[in-house]
């Protein structure tokens, strides 16, 4: 384990949440599970953790009944080499969640998500003031990325 992990509060839903990201992702581990003993916050047998490993992240999550929510102070960005990744992973995870702007969605559990292409860093860090600003224009009228518009915008096109 990592030195820092993310640590994730689902409400009651952690099992659901485990099944949802395996069908998204394509290398999910699930490296340990516990369930709450008797005389615990919660009914004895039910899974209270479990540690996990998505595209090499590692995590941990409690499964435990709350008022507490997710909200999009932290979120979690997934760096796309090519349109289809975005495609795949903009409509899995926004299934039963909601899509915001700039690539931005929150997954069903609240979870949000920032689905971006890898070719952001490059096509902000260009010298070319002009270009930048080009790309963020584009940027900014979109909800899901789209890699041909951002590269148009970036070569003037």
């Known amino acids: 384990?990592?030195?820092i992990t993310p640590f994730l509060w689902f409400n009651n839903d952690l099992q659901e949440?485990?099944?949802?990201?395996?069908?998204?992702?394509?290398?999910?581990?699930?490296?340990?599970?516990?369930?709450?003993?008797?005389?615990?916050?919660?009914?004895?047998?039910?899974?209270?953790?479990?540690?996990?490993?998505?595209?090499?992240?590692?995590?941990?999550?409690?499964?435990?009944?709350?008022?507490?929510?997710?909200?999009?102070?932290?979120?979690?960005?997934?760096?796309?080499?090519?349109?289809?990744?975005?495609?795949?992973?903009?409509?899995?995870?926004?299934?039963?969640g909601q899509t915001s702007y700039c690539g931005w969605l929150k997954d069903r559990f609240g979870l949000s998500w920032q689905v971006v292409p890898s070719i952001m860093g490059k096509l902000y860090s260009d010298p070319d003031k002009q270009k930048t600003a080009r790309v963020m224009q584009s940027m900014m009228q979109m909800s899901k990325f789209d890699i041909a518009t951002l590269m148009a915008a970036y070569n003037g096109d």
């Open 1 to 3: 384990m990592k030195k």
């Open 17 to 96: 949440a485990i099944e949802f990201y395996k069908s998204v992702f394509k290398n999910i581990t699930i490296t340990q599970t516990n369930t709450y003993p008797e005389g615990g916050p919660e009914p004895a047998g039910k899974l209270m953790t479990a540690s996990f490993v998505i595209e090499g992240q590692e995590f941990v999550a409690l499964n435990c009944t709350s008022g507490f929510t997710f909200n999009e102070s932290i979120s979690f960005v997934i760096n796309c080499d090519t349109q289809e990744e975005i495609d795949h992973y903009w409509e899995e995870l926004s299934k039963g």
